[in-house]
């Protein structure tokens, strides 16, 4: 064994950058589980469904890139609404069966109809922090800095200010806003928000707008990583975007970015670089999705309410 | 306090059922809470006392006419309810635990669209200080009484006109059950404010109401004045352990 702690830098970056993808996509199942107790897993669908639109609207249509983004999530969100509204209202919300099956039927339809108009090719995509802006004084190459000798990609730095700049938005609209208020007092206590003359369903509804906008976010920045879009492109990330989601507590929305964050970190340090020193070489090995599974199982063995989750504590 | 926050208004129960899958709890209820009255309902339990303040703001299956003031609420949905001027306080209090004292009454406000919440807001912190003591902590840490509190200043932010307590007095300490109850007589004589309060706690609910309904089986067995029932053999027996 050769313990390669020079390269170990590269590693704890990168981990730290899908990590807040995966954070970013943990939200958004988060944020429909905090209000409904029920895992979306329409989730990863819904935000490659965005990632296309992004596509089309920049790489087809040609318009800018931010603006595209920001039109997907728009409407992602309006996708958000439509299918709250239409596919999940109209059931029991106390009977999870139901409505789980039909975001596993959704997830499979929105994979097909993508599949069918785009194919299964991966389309490249635009980095929106392929390269540093050109106002920024250079200080290694066009596209990372020197941090310890090892290479901070521009690309990481862009995704942890989009991520934070987010959650600065999220926290505004979540903390200041009527509807905010709402949302957290649907989460909080579904029957007493009735109560109180809030519309569960529009609140829901708004809560669904915001989680697949995240969803979207989340897709954009790692289509890069992944080499551009692909309809199968969100499977494995919502797999690892459950993991952190699980870790972080289901209920606690900073828990599920910390998670998903800690899930980027076990991924790129423990298997990844944990690989190179065992075996001596880098063995991309699909040990990656395991360790997944493996904090999921752990997590709901140990502390099934996750690191920052609420404990459930039946009173007798 | 202000007194003319609240309007009068009165609620009118007819033949009101209702039923939880095949089970029917209520059997055609009529009762009546005449505007700026006090009025309670007593009974054991199963009697069906919350099933009949959930049926009356449409939480559950039911048949039968509720009429607020001139309006036919029947068909009204629970949300909607509350902008009638109806605000109903469920058993366990309700709050919401993750959100702070102050958020909890921003949300009782929800309908409404003036500019005089946060006076509201700090007539609530004086009439009860400790629930301003503890604005920014989370409703989930208060204690019974206080939570109690809370649920019932956050259930007056929105200004209602008619509102139903569904045993305030459950969890707590005798002491802290007289001042709550001291403080709803004091808002009933000040505000005007109606009330229809669930109690298990016959002899505290029939010293502040003005009438009294009895049910038994999801029926309406006795009614009458509070002085009417405390003077029947029969309550007496049953509810007041004499």
Known sequence: MTWNFDILPDFIFNGLSL????????LALVLIFKATTLINFATGELAMLGAFLVYVLHMEQGLWLWLSMLIAMALSAGLGILIERSLTRPFDPSDHLPVVLITLGLFLILNAVAGDIWNYQVRILSNPFGKFPSWVPSVGGDRFIEVFGSRLKYQSIGIWVTLAL???ILGLILNKTKAGLAFRAVSSNVESARLVGVHTGRTLGFG???????GTLGAV?????LGGVNPNMMATILIYALAGAALGGLDSLGGAVLGGIL???IQAVLVTWGGVVVFGQLYMSILQLAAAFVIILITLLFRPSGLFGTRRVERV | MVDDVFDEVGLKVENLHASYGAVEVLRGLDFEVPAKNVSVILGANGAGKTTTLR???NMCNTSGTVTLGDRDISRTGTAEIVRQGMVHVPQGRGTFPELSTMDNLMVGAYTRKDNEIKDDVDRWFEIFPVLGERSSQMAGSL?????QMLAVARALMARPRLLLLDEPSLGLAPLIIEDLFDRFITLNKETGLTMLIVEQNANLALDMADYAYVIESGEIALHGTSDQLKNDPAVQEAYLGA
Do not use: D, H, K, R
């Open chain 1, 19 to 26: 990590g807040a993808i995966y954070g970013t996509v943990a």
């Open chain 1, 166 to 168: 987010a959650l600065f």
């Open chain 1, 208 to 214: 669904w707008a915001i989680a697949s906008a995240f």
């Open chain 1, 221 to 225: 920045l790692v289509a890069p990583q």
């Open chain 1, 263 to 265: 899930v980027g970190l």
């Open chain 2, 55 to 57: 049926a009356i703001c």
């Open chain 2, 143 to 147: 204690s019974g009484g206080e939570q």
